[in-house]
């Protein structure tokens, strides 16, 4: 079956799968294979000269007007919609319906209760953090971080002034989609104690889920109690 996927967490799962796309996105990370661009200017004639079957598109991901082009040139679209820990089980299974493969469900454990309160920002100048909902939000809540903006909507524009004024416990700066890394430790440990984490982990859903739950429980356990242990906020 020849499949473009225009999402890195389903070009990941496809290929676990052993479908793996004649085609996706540069952000997938996945140089052997042909890019059409990136997912949100996913190049559409590109995609139409190599004639797939399937393109695989998600609406928190990708763009309207492109699933719309896609189907006027009478391309099949499967379209997932994951903004929510519970939803990657019944995506799952539906996409693996739709190409052939097997998928087996993860089994969650019962949630951590709150433990932190923490800012999560995915880009800088702008700044713009993590809301709710959307995945990331719902992986980390079921982990007991609540969020210090989630009523704001799922990536809403912020002030940093303003996050300090919330006093989170921690900051969870992610290696992606913004490359958080010690460069940017003194604007955010302005705020809070800072951590950083995998963003793989906290934003590509699919295969790779149930580890990624796994993970970042330890990654957060560890991160703290280290912490609390050397000064940082008393965690709620």
């Known amino acids: 079956m020849r499949i473009v996927s225009l999402v890195p967490s ?14 996706c996105t540069r ?23 190599l004639s797939p079957d399937l393109v695989v598109m998600d609406a928190e991901e990708n763009r309207r007007e492109d699933h719309d082009s896609l189907l006027d040139r009478g391309i099949a ?13 019944p995506s799952m299974t539906e996409l693996a319906e ?24 995915i880009w800088r100048n ?3 953090a993590l809301g709710a909902p959307t995945y990331g939000d719902s992986l980390l809540s079921h982990l007991g971080v609540e969020n210090v903006i989630a009523g704001e909507g799922p990536y809403p524009r912020v002030a940093l002034d303003d996050i300090a004024s919330r006093a989170p416990d ?17 604007e955010l440990s302005a705020i809070a104690p800072t951590v950083f984490v995998d963003g793989k982990n906290l934003f590509w859903w699919g295969v790779r889920s149930a580890d990624a739950v796994a993970q970042l429980n330890c990654e957060l356990e560890v991160a703290l109690l ?3 242990s050397s000064g940082g906020r008393p965690f709620s």
């Open 98 to 121: 739709r190409v052939d493969a097997r998928w087996e469900p993860f089994q969650l454990s019962k949630d951590v209760p709150r433990r932190a309160r923490a800012f999560v920002p």
């Open 27 to 49: 952000f997938c990370e996945r140089p052997d294979l042909r890019h059409i661009g990136g997912t949100k200017d996913p190049d559409i004639d590109l995609i139409a000269g």
């Open 170 to 186: 921690v900051v969870l700066a992610p290696s992606e989609p913004y490359p958080f890394s010690k460069r940017q430790l003194p």
């Open 126 to 128: 702008p700044w713009i």
């Open 226 to 228: 280290n912490l609390d």
């Open 10 to 23: 389903v070009t990941e799962t496809l290929t676990a799968w052993d479908r793996t796309p004649i085609a």
């Open 77 to 89: 679209v499967h379209v997932l919609h994951v903004r929510s820990l519970l939803d990657v089980n």
